[in-house]
């Protein structure tokens, strides 16, 4: 690899904190073939909170995901980053059954929930997205007033018993959301009416409403602008310290400054994985040196 200055910083793209890293103490290592698939750098991790082992995505007699195997840690963010098409969203729709809702798609292999194996048969996909919350590419905020957005599924899941309970959860996830001082003399508005940024935040809110466990993040910042952009990487850094995080991100300035883990995907494989600081500072394989310094994608 060249300078790992100019790995990140080809078109003009510089990483958190490039300038104060040590070039010379980054041990360069024999790159890992572009032909070899096999998952190179550290996928598992001690005391997972969710575990996929050798997992196919198929849809119809189109092999999408290709046994692919990794851990996702407690209270970290996992970037998944790689071209479009690659399957990282395929990936991530895995982990909480979001394929389910689509008739030609076929999975194979194992994903726990800590014990849980998310997809036997007698697993009730309803409290399973609400303990593997979602949030999409673009805001997508109910109909209804900022309170009821957030409100819904707490009532719907039975876990406030009381008004004033619920009144609690609303403003807690709210809060959590960074959102708050900005809507609370409005709770009544309609969800709607609300800026990008905020709309996402509100979907943020509304996901941590219903107690996840981890959160899913599908390009949540291609829709917003830098500011709104910053805001919600701001959040992401602090709901970490109460959830896990899965985020994929076609910004890899992004997956730079908020994950902890990042794993490359490219046409269906998950060619590396490890810290983030690792991964884009010295890759071990020559596919994901190719992504991350502009040869492609």
């Known amino acids: 690899m060249q300078s790992m200055t100019a790995a990140l910083e080809v078109g003009d793209v510089s990483f958190l904190g490039a300038e104060s890293i040590d070039t010379e103490s980054v041990k360069q290592e024999e790159k890992v073939d572009r032909d070899n698939r096999t998952t190179t750098g550290k996928q598992f991790v001690d005391n997972p909170r969710m575990t996929c082992r050798d997992v196919n995505v198929y849809y119809d007699d189109n092999h999408a995901i290709n046994n692919v195997s990794i851990d996702v840690g407690r209270n970290e963010v996992l970037a998944m980053i790689g071209p479009s098409g690659c399957g990282k969203s395929t990936f991530l729709r895995c982990l909480n059954r979001m394929n389910d809702t689509v ?147 076609h910004n890899m300035q992004q997956a730079a400054r908020v994950s902890q883990r990042t794993a490359y995907f490219h046409l269906g494989d998950l060619i590396e994985v490890g810290s983030t600081d690792r991964v884009f500072t010295n890759p071990r394989h020559r596919l994901t040196e190719d992504y991350i310094t502009g040869r492609f994608g």
Not at 178 to 196: A, N, P
């Open 103 to 249: 008739s030609s798609c076929r999975i194979t292999g194992d994903i726990y929930l800590d014990s849980l194996d998310i997809y036997d048969k007698s697993v009730d996909v309803v409290p399973l997205r609400a303990q593997v919350g979602m949030v999409f590419q673009k805001p997508n905020p109910f109909p209804k007033s900022i309170y009821d957005n957030v409100a819904y599924g707490p009532r719907i899941h039975g876990l406030a018993s009381t008004s004033a309970e619920l009144d609690d959860v609303v403003e807690s996830s709210l809060k959590k959301a960074g959102l708050w001082k900005e809507v609370c003399d409005r709770l009544d508005q309609s969800g709607t009416g609300l800026s990008g940024g905020q709309q996402q935040r509100l979907c943020i809110a509304r996901t941590i409403a219903v107690r996840p466990e981890v959160i899913l993040m599908d390009e949540p910042c291609s829709a917003l602008d830098p500011i709104a952009t910053a805001t919600v990487e701001a959040l992401i850094a602090e709901l970490r310290e109460q959830y896990t995080i899965v985020i994929v991100t």
